[in-house]
């Protein structure tokens, strides 16, 4: 059976990164839970931390996702989309983005969604909306915008919470074993950077101590519409992730972690494609129908 | 017949110019800055811009370079960090011979500061060994890091405090003649790790008050570290460092601290601080930019003052303050408050902040809006210290902003590995150790300074190439005066590492001026609050006298305005600290008054 045919009926707006692990969770306790609670979060953290440089920028991510997705989809779908998944990639965006400006928000949101319904291969969206649309931001402006991501303090107070709460939606999910494999694999590759680059190897672990490393650790990389199937290739990916990060690391990259995901994750996906269709049997290999209008 | 998929190849070309779209928001911003990066030769910057500055320092008989620190040797592989600031320059006429003079100060162990006296013929001599400021940085005392100057005592002649990472120091000014030390005196604390300072009478008893910013606590001893536990614990969120301190001034040379009990309470890391009257209330309220955290702005109801941050909206997003200065810059009779920050392509854009008051605030209140953007004064690189003066003496406060932050390899970064220390947990960014080794790299090195020229209508624009500003050095404190009394203002550079620069200013002939140098008789001598607005044609514009603004910097106390073309001056109101407002008609233009408070 082909992955990509069954995929290809399903319209391509999903939830963003940041909650797409919640979506086995939600669907069985409420479909408005996942937005309700990256709200929760948004307002807890600005109203504590400040994590937002202003209300502003959030909200026009917000409306600039959903107000994307409404045309792609009345366009391209003829229907009218469930807004959930785009307003919480405009959240998203409003957290991990970070710019001065106002118009970054509005093409790294716009970006993030359109992603979705241009860059698909046999139904399926390889890229990471939300990841593609802030690395798309930092590869062509990098001289606006930046994710050094530090807004919910460097306190242990918010890391325990963060790490309990992450943890909790994950095993739930049941994808827990994606994010424990990523954070081996990063804490045995920190002690292969300290030793090649002689700093100190806390100095190598700091990074998934911030704040920014639990989102993506959690709700990044788990992201069930652009990770492999099997539970073994989700642990390679993961794997995979973390030694690309490491190499980027080694090049100095400020944005490795999100680097490392942008070009794993759709050659895993692609890989898993390639494998699918040379498993199936000889007869079932026709070319796909794609009911999906947004498929070519 | 297949159908062409219009939709989708319209949804295509949409995302194309999704990608685009960065390009053309730099194509946009590089036609916008293409005048800071453009060179021109005297004549032709003034005849565009209407000034030109000239870097004259040697000329001028001043040949000082910086010296930085040199701390613990646990501090060695990020020594270049650590000992990044130090280079301070304040403007004073300390023998009251109406021609500004300039101490700067050094920051190694051992080196000596400079007073350097003018000599009224376009020189300066450094008289500070003679008088008893020099030699201020000895072993065991610390190193300074900036100095204010105030007349404490109300006896004409401005006294120094001198801010330091160690034992700080108060001055008492003989009548020009030299300095006494009377620190123990005036009980001040036995060690502050201080990088900002600033003189006003907070409570309106017509004796000078002094605020100081702690930086690192106060009980870690830079050059004796007991552990490497110093650093701030957060980026963003530190509140580990060093205590502030507001001086009461008694009178009889004695200061009681008294920051507690009148509502100042705060470990976040200061590296600047001014005050003025932002609200009208008569009382000067206390603006303190904060490093790896939120600025604070204290509220003055002339007896307590109230943290209103948040309130007002500059305390919001933490950023990582490293100057206050403020400027009429709408003419308008309200003040705007600059705060530098750090902005790096491909790291970090903080953005710098200029917080401009909202109209319609109820009364007594004031409330702040970032307009650095919209006014083009956002990205300065990694800014430090800021002042605000009409360098062109068109009638609109200008802004010179200098920076730039470590620099050593000019091909190698030490941006990566700021990036991943700085956003770990707070007990790994919190302990040296922990830091990787700077090695030589650079830090935000050898930028471009800005200086950005008020167009009147709500813009600046940066002219900085343009007009000979045309250094690199890791620039720290910038401060303005008048000179050499021609009715135009110089600017003062102080950079880590660097030398001193003195950039004269020559403006463009037809633009007038007139200058004030008031001082107190009821108020404190130095008129240290009291604030001019001057009416003149349909404009009007207010100036205060301040005791410390930017970054380590204290401008002259006499206060500079440009004028333009075709001058009709109404009317100059000095409020001054006292209460007392007392008007001036019958104005001529390109000419300094010296005002005494009426008794």
Known sequence: MSQPTTQSKTPPAGPSPLFRGWTPVSSRLNPYLPPIFITLILFVGHLSFGILESYQK????????????????????????????????????????????????VVCAMLSITSKYVIRVNGRHLFNPSNFGICAMLFLASDAVATLSIQWGNNLGAMVVIWALGSLIIWRARRFHICATYVASFLLLSVVRAWITGDPWLSEVSPITGPEYQLFIFFMITDPKTTVRSKWGQCVVAFLVALAEMFFRLGQSIYAPLYALFFVGPAALAVEMWINSRRAPVGSRQPIVHTNPVQP | MRQIPWARIAVSIFFLGLLATP?????????????????????????????????????AGIDFVHQAPTLDASLNPIMPEVASMGASVSIVDFDRDGWPDIYVTNSAEGSKNHLYRNMHDGTFKDVAEELGVAD????????????????????????????????????????????????????????????????????????LDLFVGGYYPEDVDLWHLKN?????????????????????????????????????????????????????????????ANDYGVSELYLNDGKRFHEAGQQTGVGFAPKSGMNVAFGDILNDGHFAVYVSNI?????????????????????????????????????????????FGDLNNDGTLDLYLTNGYVSLDRTRSYWYD??????????????????????????????????????????????????????????????MADLWNRGVLDVIVANQRGPLLLYRNTVAPGSHWIEFDLRGSSSNRSAIGAQVELA?????????????????????????????????????????????????????????YTVEEPR
């Not at chain 2, 209407?50 to 004259?56: I, R, W």
């Not at chain 2, 801010?163 to 604390?189: M, Y």
Request: some cysteine.
């Open chain 1, 58 to 105: 959030t909200i026009l991510a917000i409306v600039s996702a959903m107000a994307c997705e409404l045309l792609l989809s009345r366009l391209l779908l003829h229907k009218w989309p469930n807004l959930a998944s785009s307003y919480i990639t405009g959240i998203s965006v409003g957290i991990l983005l970070r710019s001065p400006g106002y118009w970054p928000y």
């Open chain 2, 23 to 59: 390009a053309v928001m730099r194509w946009r911003l590089a036609q916008r800055t293409l005048a800071a990066h453009s060179t021109l030769d005297r004549q032709a910057a003034l005849a565009r811009h209407g000034f030109y500055l000239e870097e004259a320092s040697h000329a």
């Open chain 2, 136 to 207: 201020v940085n000895q072993r065991g005392t610390g190193v300074s890091m900036g100095a204010v100057w105030g007349d404490y005592d109300n006896d004409g002649y401005e006294d120094l405090f001198l801010i330091k990472w160690g034992r700080p120091e108060l001055f008492h000014n003989d009548r020009g003649h030299g300095f006494t030390r009377v620190s123990e005196q005036a009980e001040l604390p036995p060690w502050i790790n201080a990088n900002t300072a600033v003189w006003f009478d907070y409570d309106g008893d017509g004796l």
């Open chain 2, 228 to 288: 490497t536990r110093m650093m701030p614990d957060s980026f963003e969120y530190a509140k580990n460092g060093g205590r502030k301190y507001l001086f009461h001034n008694l009178g009889n040379g004695k200061f009681e601290e008294v920051s507690a009990k009148i509502g100042i309470d705060s470990r976040r890391w200061a590296l600047a601080s001014s005050a003025a009257d932002l609200r009208g209330t008569g009382h000067p309220d206390l603006f303190v």
């Open chain 2, 343 to 387: 902005s790096e392509n491909g790291a970090l854009i903080q953005g710098n902040n200029l917080w401009v008051p909202k109209e319609g605030a109820p009364a007594n209140t004031v409330l702040f809006e970032n307009l650095a953007r919209d006014m083009g004064v956002e990205l300065g690189g990694w800014s430090f210290g800021a002042q």
């Open chain 2, 418 to 479: 700021f990036t991943k220390i700085a956003g770990g947990n707070s007990s790994i960014i919190g302990d040296a150790r922990d830091w990787p080794a700077m090695d030589g790299r650079s830090l935000s090195g050898y930028q471009q300074k800005h200086v950005w020229l008020n167009d009147g209508a709500g813009r600046f624009v940066d002219v900085a190439q343009a007009v000979g500003v045309t250094d690199t050095y890791d620039g720290r404190a910038v401060a």
């Open chain 2, 536 to 592: 003149w044609n349909d404009q009007k514009q207010i100036q205060e006298v301040s005791g410390g603004s930017g970054f380590s910097a204290q401008n002259d106390r006499r206060l500079h305005f440009g004028l333009g073309k075709n001058v009709q001056l109404k009317s100059a109101v000095i409020r001054w600290p006292s209460g007392k407002v007392q008007r001036i008609d019958s104005l001529v233009p390109d000419k300094l």
